[in-house]
């Protein structure tokens, strides 16, 4: 992640947008802020997927440090497939608990979760 440090505020917006939101939410975390992406999963509840054009869209633009969404219903522990998404798109992940509300950040090449709470 280089020097960019979490910023408090980052994670009180992925919070508020998971917590409005009865399905998975999922986004970026750029050098200039959060961005939310839409679910476009058939089962947005328990997965989440992205539109490739939007997430190449500020890929290209921004300064994207990590990927970020929710469990709806789960814990903030990453499933095998979070783990598999991260580590193809090659970027850290941070996972909020709606339930717990906990995060866990996490680096798929290191698999050393950090969890956390706010």
Do not use: R
């Amino acid at each position: 992640m280089g020097s960019h440090q979490l910023k408090l505020s980052d994670l009180d917006k992925i919070k508020k947008i998971s917590l409005k939101n009865p399905i998975e939410s999922c986004g970026l975390v750029c050098s200039e802020g959060v961005y939310e992406l839409k679910n476009t999963a058939i089962n947005p509840c328990c997965f989440f997927e992205v539109d490739p054009q939007e997430y190449f869209d500020i890929f290209i633009s921004k300064k994207v440090l990590f990927f970020w969404h929710s469990h709806v219903f789960g814990s903030e522990k990453p499933s095998d497939c979070d783990v598999a998404a991260s580590k193809e798109v090659n970027l850290p992940s941070l996972i909020y608990s709606s339930i717990n509300n906990k995060f866990c950040f996490f680096n798929a090449e290191l698999i050393k979760p950090v969890y956390f709470c706010i």
